[in-house]
Structure formats: structure tokens, C-alpha cells
T-cell receptor, first 110, second 117 residues
Framework: EDQVTQSPEALRLQEGESSSLNCSYTVSGLRGLFWYRQDPGKGPEFLFTLYSAGEEKEKERLKATLTKKESFLHITAPKPEDSATYLCAVQASGGFKTIFGAGTRLFVKA | NAGVTQTPKFQVLKTGQSMTLQCAQDMNHNSMYWYRQDPGMGLRLIYYSASEGTTDKGEVPNGYNVSRLNKREFSLRLESAAPSQTSVYFC????????????????FGPGTRLLVL
């Protein structure tokens, strides 16, 4: 069964304290792995798509990496405005279904 | 370019009442989706429409029906609301990109918060 597990459930950081969020997945043929950011009361906002093991993508203070079993979202020198829930999702080849993890809630304190 | 819009933003229903959640997108996307989001469970797919004129069940379709009215609009109907359907509902549309055009990115609306008493 296709599955996505994100850890930790919640992460509290001081401003400038770098860390990583984990997304472990099992899927029968990976078409793509996605990272989204979700602010309270809003819909998810697309961040990255990763297609194959070894791939990396960056956007401002965020860097996403992918292996055959997991993906990491590295946050370098976070700011309070990075506080949000970060969602990981995978798409299996051969279908339209996107499977989401439960998310990691990130709190960055000034 | 408004992206994906949803109405209403918030709704309170009594058990057994019916209602339709509306979704529209102006990005000329072929595929559209309805998800529900519950605390600790992530987003779960209710129904999707790969293209105009087609709809298919997702992970949790029971108690819901959908209509793909045209390329822009995809509605979700609750025929007889139950407290278990209290949730936040998100509509999404998608575009295909990446190597070979086989990677899909979904763009989400702001959500409809539904409370069933």
C-alpha cells in the first residue's frame, strides 16, 4: 500500500537555527514527490517537485532532497515567517492519486 | 488570474441537510480534485476529474457526489450531511510538466470549512 509518513509532527526552532523535516514514503513506482507549504486557514501552496533519487531543489531558505525511500526539506537560518505546516505528497506512476502525509508544523521564534 | 476559487468559505449544516460546494479555476487546467483535510490525517482525495466529462472516485467517496460542469467548474455535493463530514474541503486543479510532461502539480483553493451538527 502506498504510504507517506512525515516527521516530526511539530518542530520548534529559534530564528537562525537550521534543521530538517523528513518525509518517508513507500510507493509502487514514484512519478513525483511534492512539497507544499500551508498557512493556517489557507490552502496548500506548491514549493517543489522532485522526480528521481539524488535530485535537489532550492528556494530561498528551503532545500529539498530525494532518496529512494525518503525526502528531506532542509531549512537554513529560518525566520518567523517560515512558520507554517509543510506537507509532503507522492504520486505513483499509472494513476491520478496524490497521497499526502499528515504534515510537519514548524514554529520559528524570533 | 484568480487561480482556484471556492464558495462558500464557511457553512454550518444540520444532520440530513444537503448542500453543494462550488469550485472554479481560470488556469485552463484539465484535471480537478476534491480533498478533505482532517486534523492529523492529511489530505484525502474524495473525487477527481481527469478531464471535462469524466469523474472518478478517490480514497473516501462515500456520502459525496460530484459534477464536472465544464472545464472551469467542479462541484461537490453532500446529499445528506453527517457529523463525520465535518471537515475542511479543498478543491485543486493541476497542470502537467517535468521531463516528458508526466509530472503533475496541483494548485489549491482557499478551502471551505464545513460544520455538521
Amino acid at each position: 500500500e502506498d504510504q507517506v509518513t512525515q516527521s516530526p509532527e511539530a518542530l520548534r526552532l529559534q530564528e537562525g537555527e537550521s534543521s530538517s523535516l523528513n518525509c518517508s514514503y513507500t510507493v509502487s513506482g514514484l512519478r513525483g514527490l511534492f512539497w507544499y507549504r500551508q498557512d493556517p486557514g489557507k490552502g496548500p501552496e506548491f514549493l517543489f517537485t522532485l522526480y528521481s533519487a539524488g535530485e535537489e531543489k532550492e528556494k530561498e531558505r528551503l532545500k529539498a532532497t530525494l532518496t529512494k525511500k525518503e525526502s528531506f526539506l532542509h531549512i537554513t537560518a529560518p525566520k518567523p515567517e517560515d512558520s507554517a505546516t509543510y506537507l509532503c505528497a507522492v504520486q505513483a506512476s499509472g494513476g491520478f492519486k496524490t497521497i499526502f502525509g499528515a504534515g510537519t508544523r514548524l514554529f520559528v521564534k524570533a | 488570474n484568480a487561480g482556484v476559487t471556492q464558495t462558500p468559505k464557511f457553512q454550518v449544516l444540520k444532520t440530513g441537510q444537503s448542500m453543494t460546494l462550488q469550485c472554479a479555476q481560470d488556469m485552463n487546467h484539465n484535471s480537478m480534485y476534491w480533498y478533505r483535510q482532517d486534523p492529523g490525517m492529511g489530505l484525502r482525495l474524495i473525487y477527481y476529474s481527469a478531464s471535462e466529462g469524466t469523474t472518478d472516485k478517490g480514497e473516501v467517496p462515500n456520502g459525496y457526489n460530484v459534477s464536472r460542469l465544464n472545464k472551469r467548474e467542479f462541484s461537490l455535493r453532500l446529499e445528506s450531511a453527517a457529523p463525520s463530514q465535518t471537515s475542511v474541503y479543498f478543491c485543486a486543479s493541476s497542470e502537467w510538466s517535468g521531463r516528458g510532461g508526466n509530472q503533475e502539480t496541483q494548485y489549491f483553493g482557499p478551502g471551505t470549512r464545513l460544520l455538521v451538527l
